[in-house]
């Protein structure tokens, strides 16, 4: 073992650390143990019935579940992996950004591992998880998404409900932020626009199922942003496109200021099949579209060697079919996380990012002064 912890083959650069990975940002407890890039046990447990029986994820009930779940979801992760806490060399865990007191959960799990086995503690943000998701490998060692490792300079898109951020890598850990929404994030409008429709919550994935019998075509919703020379988005003036549609649809739009509560709203009174399905198709394409738009002059002005992109949203199938698209046109080399479990919030991302962490030496010297820090930013 080197004096990062790290285990070496001689004369190779390969590395057998095991990690404990554990997520807790939202609803979901995940527990992951990898060695070097291989993923041996991804375990979660998930109420979103419970949670969708409130309309939201409800921070106090998440906490109190992750509280509940942990120690068996751990206990069943080595069991999968076949191993015991003491074959464990180091613990990684989510510590922003997400729901404060649901990380404070899985923060506090992670400390008392680390002191009760003497192990070391590495904290990761759960963005930089999507972000690494990519090289995720299966126990043989086989990549899920076919990538081995990153190309620089790199483009990386984060996009799920609650960022939309777009990053200049220019080497492992080194990130340069270059766009990025001015308002909600593209799975938060996924969502919003989707409980306007009256799909409950979550609603995005909901929402790309109805848009599959609609027509795209059928309104005109704007693509926001696409003529300036930043490479940021906006959501809100198209969410609110939708709303206003919905309300002329309903005749009940006579010029005057909508107020635009969305957050448990249900504006799909007196909406036929036909016109949501329209509605939701419409709004989608111009979602994905904005997308393209950004990430077309951003390739062009920056020539990266490939495109990574990490998050729940990419699991929509419209939108990989676009980036399929737009990178085979660019000629830029196209990843994203495979299988679909390694897009939404997962361990596994965390165990895989937390080996980079590590090949930079970053561990928590203290882990007492390891918190979190809800709104937590890639710098």
């Known amino acids: 073992m080197d004096r990062n912890g790290i285990y070496r083959r001689r004369n190779k650069e390969t590395y057998y650390m095991k990690i404990l990975a554990i997520d807790t940002s939202c609803d979901d407890t995940s527990v992951a143990i990898s060695e070097n890039l ?4 991804n375990v979660s447990w998930s109420k979103l019935k419970t949670h969708n029986d409130f309309g939201g994820v409800v921070p106090s009930e998440a906490k109190r579940q992750h509280k509940e779940f942990l120690d068996p979801v751990i206990a069943e992760a080595l069991n999968v992996a076949h191993l015991e806490i003491n074959d464990i060399d180091t613990v ?3 510590y922003g950004p997400g729901l404060a ?20 503690l590495i904290g990761v ?9 990519s090289l995720a490998r299966d126990e043989e060692g086989k990549a899920y ?4 490792d990153f190309e620089f300079p790199l483009l990386a898109l984060t996009i799920s409900g609650g960022h939309t951020d ?38 995005g994935y909901k929402l790309e199922s109805l848009a599959k019998s609609g027509n795209s075509s059928t309104y005109d919703f704007p693509r926001p942003m696409h003529n300036t020379n930043d490479y940021n ?10 709303l206003y549609q919905i309300k002329k649809i309903q ?11 969305f957050r448990m709203k249900d504006e799909s009174n007196n909406l036929d099949e036909e016109t949501i399905n329209n509605l939701a198709a419409s709004f989608q394409e111009a979602a994905l579209e904005s997308l393209i738009i950004k990430l077309r002059k951003a390739i062009s002005q920056y020539n990266p060697k490939m495109l990574i992109i990490g998050g729940g949203v990419i699991a929509n199938q419209a939108l990989r079919e676009k980036l399929v698209a737009l990178c085979e046109n660019s000629k830029t080399p196209l990843f994203y996380p495979v299988p679909r479990w390694l897009c939404t919030d997962n361990a596994s991302m965390i165990a895989v990012a937390a080996n980079f962490y590590a090949k930079n030496n970053m561990y928590i010297k203290d882990i007492d002064t390891l918190d979190r820090v809800p709104g937590l930013e890639i710098s």
């Open 38 to 41: 291989n993923i041996h046990a």
């Open 251 to 261: 005749n009940e739009y006579k010029g005057n200021p909508i107020k635009d509560d």
């Open 233 to 242: 988005w906006s959501f809100s003036g198209l969410k609110t496109a939708v």
């Open 125 to 133: 943000n759960h963005m930089i998880g999507h972000i690494y998701s």
């Open 166 to 203: 777009l990053y200049l890598m220019s080497g492992h850990m080194q990130f340069e932020r270059i766009g990025g929404t001015l308002d909600d994030a593209v799975g938060e409008a996924f969502d919003k626009v989707g409980r306007m429709l009256g799909l409950g919550f979550p609603a």
């Open 101 to 120: 007191i649901a990380l404070e959960a899985g923060i506090d799990k992670a400390k008392e591992i680390c002191k009760t086995h003497n192990k070391k």
């Open 92 to 94: 990684a865990v989510t």
């Open 145 to 148: 998404s076919g990538i081995d």
